[in-house]
């Protein structure tokens, strides 16, 4: 392959990381209350601040996952500010996810790497606009944990063994769900690689990692939890999964990028099956006598279609899958990504260079296109996060502040920007926002303590305009409004009970009347 196609997909990559560094706050979801959690661990043991944090959060020791970019930006924040840190660890993550796809695209032909140019479109997916970190760093994990060991499929040495152990840790301390599927996917290539010549080197590889099934186990037996069941038809998950819908993070998109990249995808499956040429009927037996176990099937199967195979296993495992389970959510939304991403490295290359010339042209136009609308929707929603945190200007250190968020939206964004922004204030006033919902979790590094009885907030979030103002927790020192309908109830309530410290066109600031 050219050397200019790398320079190409490294040029788009580094582009990809310019709307991020472009405003001065992230518009996610979820983001803000990652990076407060990961402020508070790293001054969880400063002097100044280890009593005051001490007293309401605990540090959970526990091998949980979504560790990793919490203790990623709490020691970035030793060289740089938090804003900084979060912008540095979220760049760290695009590349990790694009820079594995590119390993694990070249993992069966180097020719195909260009085959990772499909990945640009799922860098903005509703996944990274909801700021869920720790599930995009997974998934850079799992593209590397199978590309290192498809390359290493005939056996492990020690120093490849610990390496493949460490990605799979870190893809566990990342996310739980790449975590087991990152395991299921390096079986079903073991199996596919097994025969009578080495399995007794395939022996010692399932030896060397069957401790990382270790903490997957432990986690799934011990975390419990309910199922939510799914609800959607098969029609409705089929036009999802096709169209890829969570690639569609901006209004503007109205999706067409992830429609034109689930076509796309379906013509270049369709492409390789005609050109590996799959034919009907029993071969032979090969020269020597062997005959590994796939070669006894109706099928002319290469070791490399089990890359196939994890396909439709990933796309069944989506549609049977509930909508959530142990605690987590989306879990329909995160399985939709897999098909594609294990897809493709098996993709057969267009004949040419011509052939390969116009596909990587027509995948980076596309690449831009969604570039731009991510540049766009950035832009228009950063002076709406900003007015949102100054909006807290008033709120004295060290204060426990509930926020009560009416218009959560941004114009461009299909998620909400505004959930947890108060975290961004928290972060630079050294307050304590009391809607950091992982701290109400059991499967993220930090907890309230049980002594500060706090009531949980998932109701208040749903629906505020019914907050009964009376049943707040004594420990909240501020009530921050953003668009409060003026004359609704709840304003009413807080306008005789609590005390009105600042306010502008569209934020409210109620302090507690001691």
């Not at 392959?1 to 990809?16: C, E, I, K, P, T």
């Not at 799922?122 to 995009?136: A, E």
């Not at 996310?175 to 025969?195: E, R, Y």
């Not at 409060?484 to 709840?490: A, D, E, V």
Request: aromatic content about 14%; glycine content about 8%; some cysteine.
């Amino acid at each position: 392959m050219s050397r200019w196609v790398g320079w190409l997909f490294a040029a788009l990559a580094f582009l990809y990381l310019v709307p991020f560094w472009a405003v001065p706050y992230l518009p996610t979801t979820d983001g803000p209350c990652h990076l407060f959690n990961a402020w508070v661990l790293r001054h969880y043991a400063d002097p100044a601040q280890a009593e005051w944090l001490g007293s309401i959060f605990a540090i959970d020791g526990r091998p949980v996952p979504n560790w990793f970019t919490h203790l990623a930006m709490a020691l970035l924040m030793w060289v740089v500010p938090p804003l900084v840190a979060e912008k540095l660890l979220v760049s760290g993550l695009v590349l990790l996810l694009l820079g594995g796809l590119w390993y694990l695209a070249g993992s069966v032909d180097p020719e195909r790497r260009f085959y990772a140019f499909l990945g640009f479109p799922l860098v903005w997916t509703v996944l990274l606009q909801l700021g869920l970190y720790n599930f995009c760093a997974s998934l850079g994990f799992f593209l590397l944990a199978v590309g290192f060991y498809w390359r290493r499929r005939e056996g492990l040495d020690l120093r490849s063994a610990l390496a493949l152990n460490l990605l799979l840790l870190s893809c566990y301390l990342s996310h739980i769900l790449s975590a087991i599927l990152a395991l299921s996917a390096i079986a079903v290539l073991w199996a596919a690689t097994l025969s009578r010549a080495n399995w007794r080197r395939h022996l010692l590889t399932a030896a060397a990692l069957a401790p990382q099934a270790v903490l997957p186990l432990w986690f799934v037996a011990t975390q419990g939890g309910g199922v939510i069941p799914a609800s959607g038809s098969f029609a409705i998950l089929w036009r999802y999964l096709l169209r890829l819908f969570a690639t569609s993070a901006f209004a503007e998109e109205g999706n067409r990028i992830g429609r034109i990249l689930g076509e796309l995808f379906v013509l270049l499956l369709v492409f390789s099956v005609l050109h590996k040429n799959v034919r009907w009927g029993r071969p032979a037996r090969p020269p020597g006598g062997e005959r590994r176990w796939w070669r006894r099937l109706p099928v002319r199967l290469q070791r490399e279609d089990s890359f196939l195979l994890l396909c439709a296993l990933f796309a069944l495992l989506y549609f049977v899958s509930p909508e959530g389970t142990a605690g987590g959510t989306l879990l329909k939304q995160r399985l939709s990504l897999f098909p594609f991403l294990i897809l493709v490295p098996w993709l057969s290359a267009p004949p040419g260079r011509w052939g390969r010339g116009v596909l990587i042209g027509g995948l980076s136009l596309l690449a831009l296109a969604d570039l731009s609308f991510a540049w766009r929707c950035y832009r228009a929603a950063a002076p709406r996060v900003a007015a949102f945190v100054h909006g807290l200007d008033g709120a004295r250190p060290r204060s426990i502040v509930l926020p009560l968020v009416f218009d959560r939206g941004g114009a461009c964004s299909r998620v909400g920007i505004l959930d947890h922004a108060t975290g961004y204030a928290a972060v630079a006033k050294g307050l304590i926002d009391w809607d950091n919902y992982e701290a109400m979790t059991s499967f993220f590094p930090l907890r309230f303590r049980p002594a500060l009885h706090h009531s949980g907030l998932y109701q208040v979030e749903a629906n505020p305009l019914d907050l009964d103002v009376h049943q707040l927790d004594p420990q909240i020192d501020y009530v921050y409004c953003w668009r409060m309908p003026p004359h609704s109830k709840i304003a009413r309530r807080l306008d005789r009970n609590w005390l009105l410290v600042a306010e502008d066109a569209d934020s409210r600031l109620y302090q507690r009347q001691r």
